[in-house]
């Protein structure tokens, strides 16, 4: 049996990030944002939905750009802070001791300590109500090099990302349940697949030993 709630936001997870954004000759800001997400391939473009009245709103408005940058295990208390502290009251990067380095393509500071810097350009603003959706393009990305492995393939699980659920963040663990497309799998690529992942895990193992040693 289910309950009917009333109608809410309660699509569930959803990444927190944090969202870095500058004017010229002002210090940099960060807005921690959990309504965004992918919505086009070619060219790839994402978005944000923030209200009118945060310090960042104006910022991204002018400027139009910001960057999306991933937020860790180790990054959820600046994170949350930066998300109730305002811009107009503290420098954020230098409370929470955070690193504004260089963009590729856009002028605002992306934050080093994020393993995944995506940078945006405002393509369109639509006013929905509470918040107004950035529609940007995705015009650069960074990722850390220790997320590469020998062949220069990205693996996001080593990031140790976290996400958003009604109210809460919560550390991304679990051992995938599949990759796209592994239900349609022919036998000879499945098993090609269950090894692949069998080695990926005695690897990460070893390098957990190496670590516990030091």
């Avoid at 663990?173 to 069998?198: C, H, W």
């Amino acid at each position: 049996m289910k309950r009917t709630l009333n109608p809410g936001t309660m699509l569930s997870p959803v990444p927190a990030v944090m969202v870095s954004c500058g004017r010229p000759g002002e210090k940099p800001n960060i807005i921690t944002i959990a309504w965004t997400g992918i919505i086009n391939s070619v060219p790839p473009m994402t978005y944000i939905s923030v209200r009118k009245e945060r310090y960042s709103y104006d910022i991204i408005k002018e400027t139009g750009e910001f960057v999306i940058n991933l937020t860790t295990e180790d990054l959820a208390f600046a994170a949350d802070w930066c998300g109730v502290k305002s811009g107009r009251d503290v420098d954020k990067f230098e409370e929470q001791k955070l690193t504004a380095v260089y963009s590729q393509k856009v002028d605002c500071p992306s934050i080093g300590e994020s393993p995944v810097n995506i940078e945006c350009q405002v393509r369109e603003i639509l006013e929905l109500g509470s918040h107004d959706m950035f529609i940007a393009e995705i015009v650069s990305v960074s990722a850390d090099e220790k997320l590469m492995d020998e062949k220069g393939a990205l693996h996001m699980e080593r990031a140790g990302l976290v996400a958003y659920s009604h109210g809460h963040y919560f550390p991304l663990k679990k051992e995938e349940l599949g990759r796209f497309g592994y239900s349609v799998m022919k036998p000879k690529t499945r098993r090609k697949y269950e090894a692949q992942k069998r080695a990926e895990y005695r690897q990460a193992k070893r390098m957990a030993s190496k670590g516990k040693g030091r």
